[in-house]
């Protein structure tokens, strides 16, 4: 699955791995949730806020089995722990480097790998201690700000 950045409307376009649209994620409305549209452009009903993330929508949508799971679609688990949801936009912007780079060479899908073989289990274990939180947000702000700079 691939996620463009928003486009000057805010929209963002999810893809398939042959590279068919999925759906359109639109940028938030007055109450924060973000309104997500078919692939033929009509409303699905469906939104991406604080309690539903993509994957849910997608689940939600048919696209994946309820117990299905790729790279692609698992969640960044001490992004998500550090910066308190899994559709915020630095989470965003590290799934994209997860995507759009990481996954492109042999070293960056062993880290992929290893990453999530161990960091669920971090998170589960540490995830709610303060200094987790304290040790973590400062670098992956540094990241993160970066990788927006790059674009």
């Not at 960044?76 to 965003?92: H, I, K, L, N, R």
């Not at 062993?110 to 939180?133: L, Q, T």
Request: net charge neutral; with cysteine.
């Amino acid at each position: 699955m691939r996620i463009d950045e928003p486009n000057y409307l805010g929209d963002q376009n999810v893809y398939d791995d042959n590279g068919n649209l999925i759906c359109t994620i639109n940028p938030p409305n007055y109450l924060g949730d973000r309104p997500v549209q078919g692939s033929d452009g009509s409303f699905t009903g469906y939104y991406i806020n604080e309690s539903t993330s993509l994957n849910d929508v997608l689940r939600k949508m048919g696209y994946f089995s309820s117990n299905s799971t790729s790279s692609s679609s698992e969640g960044c688990y001490v992004a998500t722990c550090v910066y308190g949801s899994y559709d915020c936009p630095e989470v965003w912007t590290l799934r994209l480097f997860r995507d759009n780079t990481l996954s492109k060479s042999w070293y960056g899908k062993a880290f992929i790998s290893f990453y999530y073989a161990v960091s669920p289990c971090i998170v589960k274990h540490f995830g709610e201690m303060r200094w987790f939180n304290n040790l973590w947000k400062p670098i992956l702000d540094k990241i993160v700000t970066k990788m927006q700079k790059q674009k």
